[in-house]
């Protein structure tokens, strides 16, 4: 069973057991995370598209640790006129375990 979700403006695969690294969360190691932001399911059997998200579906997880990504180098420079910058960046991100992916039964059935 694998879900895509929604996290911070980006999408991720995740599927039970896993961990995952997702755009900073303000959440402290150990701390447990629901993420409603469910875009496509997939049991193994069936895939259930959202339309944007699937009604229902929710994926649990803990928070393992908070860090920084590899530093990426922005350099700029011009020509002939002695100017030059150079700039490093460590994105942060949160390390979580995925626990559970789950779905709840449409209201009404």
Same mark, same amino acid.
Do not use: C, W
């Given at each position: 069973?694998? =879900?895509?979700?929604? @996290?911070?403006?980006?999408?991720?695969?995740?599927?039970?057991? *896993?961990?995952? %690294? !997702?755009?900073? !969360?303000?959440? $402290?190691a150990g701390d447990e995370v629901r993420i409603?932001? &469910? !875009? #496509?399911?997939?049991?193994? @059997? @069936?895939?259930?598209?959202?339309? +944007?998200? &699937?009604?229902? =579906?929710?994926? $649990?997880?803990? #928070?393992?640790?908070?860090?920084?990504? *590899?530093? &990426?180098? #922005?350099? %700029?420079?011009?020509? *002939?006129?002695?100017?030059?910058?150079?700039?490093?960046?460590?994105?942060?991100?949160?390390?979580? !375990? #995925?626990?559970?992916? @789950?779905?709840?039964? +449409?209201?009404?059935?």
């Amino acid at each position: 069973m694998y =879900a895509i979700i929604q @996290s911070g403006g980006k999408q991720y695969r995740v599927a039970e057991g *896993r961990r995952v %690294k !997702l755009e900073k !969360l303000f959440k $402290n190691a150990g701390d447990e995370v629901r993420i409603e932001e &469910v !875009l #496509v399911m997939n049991d193994g @059997s @069936s895939t259930i598209i959202g339309n +944007p998200y &699937v009604e229902g =579906a929710s994926v $649990n997880g803990k #928070v393992i640790s908070q860090g920084k990504g *590899r530093k &990426v180098i #922005v350099f %700029k420079y011009k020509r *002939r006129k002695d100017s030059k910058t150079k700039k490093g960046h460590r994105q942060p991100y949160t390390e979580v !375990l #995925v626990e559970k992916i @789950s779905m709840e039964a +449409p209201h009404g059935a």
